[in-house]
């Protein structure tokens, strides 16, 4: 047990996925930290394990933005990930999505030029691309809405229902009727918003 616990702490991680057999049957995460702390010298391989937590799972085609607002509201910091077969594809962590959120954000600016296709229609409403900015939606709308959380159309509608929507998919957020015109498995391509009759 010692031993075990040696090679952890040299291996520089705080939570380690443990398996059993092969890396397709993984059984538990251990946490470095809460092993320190409960550590002793008399403590076996077994009570080592005991400290194991459940893994949590995910599929390969989950999106990034959303897997993170479900590990943080599930006070999860690691997840591992499983392929089209039920093997371990790998792991992420709540870091690897910071990282790769925030890559996507700079990713957005770059486009941004892109996104800017917005059609007025005869209803009041407007067609627009799922990056298009939100401070462009409250100028046309005139509506303020929370942005502290997301810069985009499409990250407000993720934030809001926590899911890729599917095409004719129809909400009511911040006082706004919106209708998914175009979406696929990854992302929200074209959507039509109006503001809502009972908005203020």
């Known amino acids: 047990a010692q031993e075990m616990m040696r090679e952890m702490v040299e291996a520089h991680y705080t939570r380690i996925p443990v398996h059993r057999g092969s890396v397709d049957n993984i059984i538990g995460i251990l ?83 892109d996104a800017d296709d917005i ?12 990056r298009t900015e939100i401070g ?16 985009t159309v499409g990250g407000l509608i993720l934030y809001a229902i926590r899911r890729i929507p599917h095409q004719g998919e129809s909400f009511q957020i911040e006082g706004m009727d919106i209708t998914i015109e175009n979406a696929d498995e990854r992302s929200i391509k074209k959507v039509k918003i109006k503001k809502s009759e009972d908005a203020p």
């Not at 092993?35 to 002793?40: G, I, N, V, Y």
């Not at 007025?120 to 799922?130: E, Q, Y």
């Not at 939606?137 to 810069?151: H, K, N, P, Q, V």
């Open 31 to 113: 946490n470095i930290k809460d092993l320190l702390a409960a550590w002793s010298p008399r403590m076996s391989a077994a009570d080592i394990l005991s400290h194991m937590t459940r893994p949590y799972y995910i599929p390969e085609t989950k999106n990034a933005h959303l897997l993170f607002y479900e590990l943080k509201n599930n006070n999860k910091h690691i997840a591992i990930v499983i392929d089209e077969y039920g093997g371990t594809s790998g792991l992420i962590t709540l870091e690897d999505l910071l990282e790769e959120i925030v890559g996507d954000i700079r990713d957005e600016h770059e486009e941004q030029a």
């Open 119 to 130: 059609v007025r229609m005869a209803d009041g409403s407007i067609v627009t691309d799922g």
């Open 136 to 151: 462009k939606i409250e100028e046309l709308l005139e509506i303020r809405l929370d942005r502290g959380r997301f810069e």
